[in-house]
């Protein structure tokens, strides 16, 4: 699911390292970026480690999610917190899974799945409930995890 489910590839910028001058460039870098487009983070690489810059967070530590992870994983890494979810394939690219990206037929129906499969928290079924069906509507949704 999060591999048919992520935006690919995720903007990726490689610097030599994370000191102050590196992390100063790519954020005038992003800045540039995010005039023309609707473009908001990129990920910083120095081949040991990645890191989210993000125009009005600044620079995130995170992991990269196995792409094997279970929908249940997914929400739980979403749940709460603004960072997305990053995933590696198998050539090397990384994608984001954000909130938003819950909307495809895959996803839906591993929400689906999720929901009537799984004893959840009644606040997190009506979220995905509500989620389900205002795209099952032709409404634009965010899961409001």
């Known amino acids: 699911m999060i591999i048919e489910s992520a935006f690919w590839p995720m903007y990726k910028l490689d610097v030599e390292s994370f000191d102050e001058d590196s992390i100063n460039e790519s954020k ?71 909130k938003d990206d819950f909307c495809n037929e895959v996803a839906i129906k591993e929400l689906c799945e999720f929901i009537t499969g799984n004893n959840i928290d009644s606040n997190l079924r009506d979220a995905i409930t509500n989620h389900v069906l205002r795209i099952g509507a032709g409404i634009k949704s965010t899961l409001q995890i």
């Open 28 to 98: 005038k870098l992003l800045k540039m970026l995010s005039r023309g487009s609707e473009i908001s983070q990129i990920l910083l690489s120095n081949k040991d480690k990645v890191k989210l810059l993000h125009v009005s967070k600044g620079i995130l530590d995170l992991e990269i999610t196995e792409s094997n992870a279970s929908i249940s994983e997914v929400i739980a890494k979403l749940s709460g917190s603004e960072i997305p979810v990053i995933v590696m394939n198998d050539s090397g690219e990384y994608g984001v899974l954000t």
